[in-house]
């Protein structure tokens, strides 16, 4: 595998100082210590070069929201021994090929599923962390833009017990994606109350998965402890075809 390119590595970093530096602002607002958040790079739709790029810049974690795009991808950088989070809506059917790359699956928001990931990685001697993936939309919102994935809040522990009781899987904590209308602050508060009830039950399920290129400042300021991020690092992705 060749040298990532000079030019694009200078560019990643100038991108990934500048989201350090606000990650750094939004933890001193909230008088939290940076070393609490982690950064999960968000490469979908990047090509693989972008993920050793990445890792070249001392980039541990990397996320992908799609199977066809991730499992290839992460066969690809396997010698990097990267992190590998799974965020995005995931059929049961992916479960057995998710299972074989992903270290820890954000997006488990049924119990169908958690049984499916629990299966299968058992069946290949991997272990999972997962996150229950909570609904953060209001209902009228959800009938406007489509389901964007996630239990209703009031269902969240009983998903939790689903994840615990299997063996390969580990309940890791929650995870949400803001609306696209309203106030992100709002909604990751209510998250925030929905972490700390699952904690309360399930004291190592600490981690908030919270906050994008655009709203990471409000899931700062609201407890999150993983930011999944893709355009400030690498740029606008191009459109989606098909
Ligand atoms: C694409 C994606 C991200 C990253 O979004 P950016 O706005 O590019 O930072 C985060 N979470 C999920 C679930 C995504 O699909």
Not at 49 to 73: F, I, W
Not at 168 to 189: S, W
């Amino acid at each position: 595998m060749s040298h990532p390119d000079p030019a694009r590595v200078a560019q990643v970093r100038a991108n990934l100082d500048a989201v350090r530096a606000r990650i750094d602002a939004a933890c001193a607002k909230a008088d939290r210590d940076p070393a609490e958040v982690s950064l999960v790079a968000v490469t979908k739709t990047y090509p693989a070069s972008d993920v050793r790029v990445l890792a070249s810049l001392g980039v541990t974690d990397v996320g992908e929201n799609r199977d066809q795009e991730a499992a290839p991808k992460a066969a690809e950088t396997a010698d990097l021994d990267l992190t590998w989070h799974f965020v995005g809506q995931l059929q049961t059917n992916k479960a057995r090929s998710v299972a074989g790359y992903a270290d820890v699956v954000h997006s488990v928001d049924r119990a169908r599923l958690a049984r499916a990931l629990g299966e299968r990685a058992a069946a290949a001697g991997r272990h999972l962390t997962c996150l229950i993936q909570v609904n953060l939309d209001s209902d009228s919102q959800a009938g406007v833009i489509g389901p964007r994935g996630g239990v209703d809040p009031r269902d969240a522990l009983d998903l939790a017990e689903r994840i615990d009781e299997h063996e390969a899987l580990t309940l890791g904590g929650v995870m949400a994606v803001a609306p696209r209308e309203g106030d992100a602050h709002a909604a990751f508060a209510r998250l925030r109350a929905v972490a700390d009830r699952v904690r309360d039950r399930y004291p190592g399920a600490a981690a908030i998965s919270a906050g994008m290129s655009g709203d990471l400042e409000a899931a700062v300021a609201h407890g999150s402890t993983h930011l999944r991020l893709g355009t400030a690092l690498l740029g606008d992705r191009a459109p989606i075809v098909g």
